[in-house]
């Protein structure tokens, strides 16, 4: 029997398909806000932290 099938029985499972896309779109969005919108020294401070040692 397919994986496909199992999903199939469970009621409401494309609710949770749905939810973790908003999720996983929301966090990346947010993201990229904070990159794009970071002071320029925080992010060279960023850079340079796996050279400091």
Not at 1 to 16: A, C, H, Q, R, T
């Amino acid at each position: 029997m397919k994986f496909i099938n199992y999903l199939e029985k469970i009621s409401g499972v494309d609710i949770f398909g749905l939810t973790s896309f908003i999720i996983f779109f929301g966090f990346f969005v947010v993201m990229a806000l904070w990159a794009w919108k970071a002071d320029k020294k925080l992010i060279e401070k960023l850079n340079h932290i796996p050279l400091d040692n």
